[in-house]
């Protein structure tokens, strides 16, 4: 069936660099991308959101990329911190009313100091 | 706002016996909430959605009569799991949602079956 994936497992960054994490998606008649992230042993937070109609959508020290043409979504971390360390999913809403999210593999941030 | 609990956060039980997991939408009522499972280092799974006053409908793969989902409020979802076998060993989160369709997740309850 068709699925959100990610492109890397494992993401190892310095503290107060920029994190980038990637995601793709399958299904192009999706339109809502949701990314979490989950700390050990707790449910998935929200972090940001982003509809099909836009490109780019900015939080705090948050960004959110969506490139439909290949269908890739990209999560972008400013002045990434400890506190960020934590696994990262993507998820994707299915149209259709289902209300059904499909979450991507899952990628681990670790923070270095 | 928007805050869902889960009780136990932790259980452990023996093989063969039954388990019992609450999903509650503390300050707002949910006509849907969603069961996930998630296994050690792998992404959340769908197993079901849970709809007050009607039946679950479970996706494909997993066992209903397994896994029974009672939604009898608008606050309130069980998940328990029959005659758990150390399989069932997981992580279950639920989610509820909101009337802006936004799901909020519950802090899940980690089984392990002996």
């Known amino acids: 069936g068709e699925s959100v994936g990610l492109h890397l497992p494992t993401l190892s960054v310095q503290e107060g660099d920029n994190s980038i994490i990637n995601c793709a998606y399958s299904n192009s008649a999706s339109d809502y991308f949701i990314w979490y992230k989950q700390e050990s042993g707790k449910g998935p937070q929200f972090i940001i959101d982003?509809?099909?109609?836009?490109d780019k959508r900015q939080g705090q020290r948050v960004t959110v990329l969506l490139n439909k043409t290949v269908k890739h979504l990209s999560l972008q971390i400013a002045a990434t911190q400890p506190g960020d360390s934590a696994v990262y999913f993507c998820a994707e809403l299915l149209s259709g009313g289902y209300n059904k999210l499909i979450f991507g593999a899952g990628t681990r941030l670790a923070v270095h100091p | 706002g928007a805050v869902v609990s889960q009780h136990p956060s932790w259980v452990i039980c023996k093989s063969g016996t039954s388990v019992k997991i609450e999903c509650r939408s503390l300050d707002f009522q949910a006509t849907t909430m969603f069961w996930y499972r998630q296994f050690p280092k792998q992404s959340l799974m769908l197993m079901a959605t849970?709809?007050?006053?009607?039946?679950?409908?479970?996706e494909q793969g997993v066992e209903k009569d397994k896994f029974l989902i009672n939604h009898a409020s608008l606050t309130l979802s069980t998940l328990t799991v029959t005659s758990a076998h150390p399989e069932d060993s997981s992580f279950y989160i639920c989610s509820a949602m909101g009337r802006s369709g936004e799901q909020f997740f519950g802090p899940g309850t980690r089984l392990t079956v002996l």
């Open positions: 982003i509809r099909s109609n836009m």
């Open positions: 849970s709809n007050e006053g009607s039946k679950a409908t479970y």
